[in-house]
């Protein structure tokens, strides 16, 4: 696996710190851009530059310009899902990341998936449990 993941600025510092512990390669939105830039701007970087996008933001795909952006630009988009810490998210992407690996060389670009916590019973049973990944558009 060779991608280069980008993290949006929801995801601050602690998540893609994780994501680079757990040996992912790793650009923070906050290294790039400046706080207050446009999710166009990021998402243009992310397909012109063929990085994998990450965000917490479920509203991308319902606002338009946004949307737009992801197809104007051919972005890769993963959206990790659920109200918890980020740095549990973090630790759920790479537990899942052979998933969300395979998922990746199947998918046709552009396309937005969400990477989901496994269900509490699964963890209850396994704390190491791996979470799953599903397209979501288009």
Not at 37 to 65: F, M, V
Request: hydrophobic share 40%.
């Amino acid at each position: 696996m060779s991608h280069i993941f980008f993290t949006d600025r929801d995801l601050g510092k602690q998540f893609p710190q994780a994501l680079k512990a757990g040996g992912l390669t790793v650009e923070r939105h906050g290294d790039l851009f400046l706080p207050d830039g446009s999710d166009e701007q990021w998402l243009e970087h992310c397909g012109k530059h063929r990085r994998i996008a990450i965000s917490h933001n479920e509203r991308i795909r319902y606002t338009p310009n946004e949307l737009a952006a992801v197809r104007r630009h051919k972005v890769a988009l993963i959206i990790v899902v659920g109200k918890v810490p980020l740095p549990m998210l973090a630790a759920n992407f790479v537990r899942t990341i052979d998933k969300i690996d395979a998922f990746i060389q199947g998918a046709t670009v552009p396309f937005i998936a969400k990477v989901y916590l496994p269900r509490p019973d699964d963890l209850a049973r396994n704390p190491d449990a791996i979470g799953r990944i599903e397209s979501w558009y288009p």
